[in-house]
């Protein structure tokens, strides 16, 4: 059996040397290949757990820079969609200006009023009324008047009958239940209707209005006797009327007077209607159709009962048939004088686009009212004169330019929108709609909310002109408008601003937060190269110098190696 090798204690000791020589060059060499002293929890436990932590929050904080950078985006996007909204705005403001300054066709003078009748004491405040604010008309509680327009009548009844069409409780009928009724009756009278509707005000009193316009429109309300309610006329048989006013700037109507007839003044022999006579003729407004008035015994018996026609007969005639005419109701009205022997008709609007056209040429008339007979006679044509509320063809131009701006300026709020989001434009009204989150810590407890606006036209109180700008008080309106629209859209650019300045601040932070962490992250694990690099070359040397060690260290056997030979 053969014994173990035997070292000599000076070549054990070079072995180990160099053995723990290799094992710091394998270290070094790695850690020059690597860069990094630290490697593994075996290397330094502290360092490299520590480090790991470092490197997490960096990376975390990294992915949140997406983040931000995206709301920095966002906001941006909003800035320039406002920047592109106001210049929007001021083009609007220039067109409004532009429509204010063009004076052609128009005066700031006040256009034709109709004639207003107000109750002199609102319907819950009479002495009749309720504590409730109703009004009792059970059993033979009524209230009856007329209302005239200044040449028609017509009678309102109010009890148990005629205002069980519009409530079920006649004893506790409302301001509402008694204009329905009035109107119901006023609509319903087919011989001589007065050209004048109810309503309520808000302060709760009856109001007659004329359908015509001008100083000659008329509203009369006459009480009978014996009333039991008062509907704020009082209950006494008196006559309350109110007038209205014509143009500030002198509009007329169009008003087509026929010529004097003897026969149709007092004291003349009109015409016989029983017979054979026959006065029909077409009446025309402006561009619309035609229509014929019959005026002889087939069509009206009325008329037809008349030996001797005066000129407030055939008037009130001709009236039946216009009002029967939704053509023609509540826009022409025809007057007979008895003193003068003339018929006229009177457009109730006024201006230069009013034009009434008679033509008495039909072959069946016989009979002469003022605008001739048969085939030879000639069409009367009137037509009214400039207008406070005329049209003017430059301004409803630039009316719909306006309006085709505040379009595009809806247009612009929808298109400012980044990746998504749109902090200029909501469809509702809830704010978490277009509102914008950006997140700063890797724990989320540090973030700004960024509340969205709604600023399209309808977000910025901009509305479309429906009147063509033909009234300075139309475009005064817009300007006030605009002016606080400018004053929303700066106060968001502000806020937005403000913003902005908050994610770039952060933005920043994280950058620099972020290389604060991955420098000590390195700190804790890189190598030094340079000190790594000389240790490689100082082992590399301490392994040549261990080697020749080791080979002096066998010399001695090398000799008896010799003497065995």
Do not use: C, H, W
């Amino acid at each position: 059996m053969s014994s173990g090798i035997t070292l000599t204690a000076a070549t054990r000791q070079n072995l180990l040397s160099l053995q723990g020589t290799a094992d710091l060059l394998t270290q070094t060499q790695n850690r020059l290949s690597t860069g990094k002293k630290v490697n593994s929890a075996l290397d330094d436990p502290t360092s490299f757990f520590t480090s790991q932590s470092l490197s997490g929050r960096s990376g975390d904080l990294g992915s949140l820079l997406n983040g931000i950078s995206n709301g920095v985006q966002t906001i941006q996007a909003a800035n320039q969609g406002i920047t592109s909204i106001q210049k929007l705005v001021d083009s609007a403001k220039s067109t409004a200006n532009q429509a204010l300054a063009d004076k052609s066709a128009v005066t700031s003078g006040t256009p034709a009023t109709a004639a207003i009748l107000s109750a002199g004491t609102s319907f819950q405040g009479t002495s009749t009324a309720a504590t409730d604010g109703t009004q009792d008309f059970s059993g033979t509680r009524n209230a009856v008047f007329t209302v005239n327009d200044g040449t028609n009548n017509t009678t309102i009844t109010l009890d148990a009958s005629t205002l069980s069409g519009v409530t079920n409780n006649v004893g506790k009928a409302t301001a509402d239940d008694v204009v329905k009724a009035i109107n119901n009756q006023l609509a319903n009278d087919t011989t001589n209707p007065a050209a004048v509707s109810a309503s309520k005000t808000t302060n709760g009193r009856i109001v007659f209005t004329s359908t015509a316009t001008g100083k000659d429109a008329t509203a009369t309300v006459t009480n009978a006797a014996n009333n039991e309610v008062d509907l704020g006329f009082g209950v006494a048989t008196t006559a309350q009327t109110a007038k209205g006013a014509d143009a500030k700037n002198g509009a007329t109507a169009a008003a087509a007077e026929g010529a004097a007839v003897a026969g149709l003044a007092t004291g003349g022999t009109g015409p016989d209607f029983t017979g054979a006579a026959d006065a029909s003729f077409t009446i025309k407004l402006g561009d619309g159709p035609a229509k014929k008035i019959e005026l002889n015994t087939a069509a009206d018996a009325t008329l037809g009962a008349l030996t001797d026609a005066k000129a407030t007969d055939l008037a009130t005639a001709i009236n039946k048939q216009l009002n029967a005419d939704t053509g023609f109701k509540g826009k022409v009205t025809a007057v007979g004088d008895d003193t003068t022997g003339k018929v006229t008709f009177t457009s109730t609007a006024t201006g230069s686009d009013q034009k009434i056209t008679i033509d008495a040429s039909s072959a069946a008339t016989d009979t002469d009212i003022g605008f001739g007979a048969g085939v030879t006679a000639k069409p009367v044509v009137a037509s009214g004169a400039g207008s406070a509320s005329g049209t003017n063809a430059t301004r409803t131009s630039l009316a719909k330019q306006f309006n085709t701006l505040l379009d595009q300026i809806t247009q612009q709020a929808k298109d400012s929108s980044y990746n998504g989001i749109n902090l200029l434009y909501r469809s509702g009204t809830d704010a978490k709609e277009n509102s914008l989150k950006v997140t700063f810590n890797e724990t989320g407890s540090s973030t700004l909310n960024i509340e969205g606006a709604k600023l399209d036209s309808d977000g910025l109180g901009l509305s479309s002109v429906t009147g063509g700008f033909q009234s300075d008080d139309e475009i005064n309106k817009a300007l006030t408008a605009i002016t606080a629209a400018t004053s929303q859209l700066r106060a968001q650019s502000s806020t937005f601003g403000s913003n902005l300045s908050v994610v770039q601040n952060r933005q920043d932070f994280s950058k620099n937060l972020i290389n604060i962490l991955d420098t000590g992250s390195a700190n804790l694990t890189n190598a030094d190269l340079n000190e790594e690099a000389a240790n490689s070359q100082a082992l590399s040397t301490r392994q040549s110098i261990g080697i020749s060690a080791l080979s002096l260290a066998n010399t001695a056997q090398q000799g008896i190696l010799q003497l065995l030979r």
